[in-house]
């Protein structure tokens, strides 16, 4: 984000937040950026979401970012990674949000959908970017009638884009999977998408009403 923009863009400051993102930083913890953080909190007070699923929870930091912003949000954050879910369940906890957010510890892959709430106003898809096609097909069908799904992270530091050379084989079939991804969402018949150079690259999907 500018440098300029970023002091008017206030993110809420909380002592677990900045424990968070220390915690992010030392341990290479993947959390999204503040530009893109702004924009998904921007939409979820817009919509006054109150029901949201998020794919890939990480420490939490996200996930706790949308449920302060009203305490009438009810949150469910899906993590596969036990050491992030222990680390994410104490910050919810020091957060005092363990009745708005219920953490679901398993692949997000293999989540059985029946045991989720549904009916999301919002659901975050920021979980392993390889997956993004299957989580979307997987999860939509949750969405509210007028919700919104937010995926995260499909520019990937320009590399989608082509701006940087890849050197590594794996990095470029992961590039090549995102690439694929925006491909078969931007012409998904059952999708309105919007796709939006903010944070690392973000797509908005609503429901056609047809
Ligand atoms: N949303 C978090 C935030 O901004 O604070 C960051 C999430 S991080 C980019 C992606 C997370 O998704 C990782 O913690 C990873 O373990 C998790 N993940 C990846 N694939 C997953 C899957 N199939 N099911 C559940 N979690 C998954």
Known sequence: MSNYFQTFNQ???HPIITKMREIAYHQQ????????????????KTIKAKRILEIGTAIGFSAIHMALVDEAIHLETIE????????????????????QITLI???????????????YDLIFIDAAKAQYQKFFTKYAPLLASSGIIVCDNLLFHGLVA?????????????????????????????????????????????????
């Not at 992030?84 to 910050?91: G, N």
Request: some cysteine; glycine content about 4%.
């Open 11 to 13: 993110l809420p400051i």
């Open 29 to 44: 913890v993947p959390i999204i950026n503040d530009e893109g953080l702004a924009f998904l909190l921007f939409l979820v």
């Open 80 to 99: 596969r990674d036990p050491v992030l879910v222990e680390q994410a369940i104490t910050h919810i906890q020091e957060a005092n949000l363990a009745s």
């Open 105 to 119: 510890p398993e692949d997000a892959l293999l989540v059985d959908v029946q045991q989720l709430k549904g009916n």
């Open 162 to 210: 082509g701006e940087k050379e890849i050197e590594s084989k794996n990095l470029r079939h992961l590039v090549e999977k995102i690439d694929t991804f925006n491909k078969w969402l931007t012409s998904n018949p059952d999708y309105d998408t919007t796709f939006l150079a903010i944070g690392d690259g973000m797509a908005v999907s609503t429901r056609c009403k047809r």
